[in-house]
T-cell receptor
Framework: DADVTQTPRNRITKTGKRIMLECSQTKGHDRMYWYRQDPGLGLRLIYYSFDVKDINKGEISDGYSVSRQAQAKFSLSLESAIPNQTALYFC?????????????????FGPGTRLTVL | DAKTTQPPSMDCAEGRAANLPCNHSTISGNEYVYWYRQIHSQGPQYIIHGLKNNETNEMASLIITEDRKSSTLILPHATLRDTAVYYCIVRVGGTTDSWGKLQFGAGTQVVVTP
């Protein structure tokens, strides 16, 4: 979905380096998420943000930090990258103001960032 | 959130209906069934969701059994572009704490063949 962009799309780095992955959205959504995906597995939630002042840990937040600089931007940082953080990273957004009822939770995903830590 | 069980893979002939099963025997009364799919290495895409009643949209139909312990996603006329991993997710709707959190399993790899 072109409304959710991620940069970079591919990154190769070395162990111990600090890495930042950026996510931007033009959908005007209030909620944003970071997931990682390992080969052959489903997505796992790293962090999520309900608005600029609300950041929450997901199931695998150790080794990661995030920053919600604005409603449209949500960055994921690896303070000191390690090889087992090699994965495909996805950003996603959702909107609580669509007025479709509390059941509705369609998340819109970005194209992904393929990160390799050597 | 309730755990789901899906077959790891299935094949489907192009033009035929694809019926994807999902077992969620521990589902609670306030939990919804969601389906997403992921075409190779792309971001997942929402397909459909439901609570009790069967649902249909332009992409698929969702059939939920009366006891809600299982469901079936139906792609009525599968095309080669429907080849993807399909995820069945069960989660609570409407609470501030859990709203927005999707727990993905391994899903079902669907291969549509000519």
């Amino acid at each position: 979905d072109a409304d959710v962009t991620q940069t970079p799309r591919n990154r190769i780095t070395k162990t111990g380096k600090r890495i930042m992955l950026e996510c931007s959205q033009t959908k005007g959504h209030d909620r944003m998420y970071w997931y990682r995906q390992d080969p052959g597995l489903g997505l796992r939630l790293i962090y999520y943000s309900f608005d600029v002042k609300d950041i929450n840990k997901g199931e695998i937040s150790d080794g990661y930090s995030v920053s919600r600089q604005a409603q449209a931007k949500f960055s994921l940082s690896l303070e000191s990258a390690i090889p087992n953080q090699t994965a495909l990273y996805f950003c996603a957004t959702s909107d609580t103001s669509l007025g479709r009822g509390t059941s509705y939770n369609e998340q819109f995903f970005g194209p992904g960032t393929r990160l390799t830590v050597l | 959130d309730a755990k789901t069980t899906q077959p790891p893979s299935m094949d489907c002939a192009e033009g035929r209906a694809a019926n994807l099963p999902c077992n969620h025997s521990t589902i609670s009364g306030n939990e919804y069934v969601y389906w997403y799919r992921q075409i190779h290495s792309q971001g997942p895409q929402y397909i459909i969701h439901g609570l009790k009643n069967n649902e249909t949209n332009e992409m698929a139909s969702l059939i939920i059994t009366e006891d809600r312990k299982s469901s079936t996603l139906i792609l009525p006329h599968a095309t080669l572009r429907d080849t993807a991993v399909y995820y069945c997710i069960v989660r609570v709707g409407g609470t501030t704490d859990s709203w927005g959190k999707l727990q993905f399993g391994a899903g079902t790899q669907v291969v549509v063949t000519p």
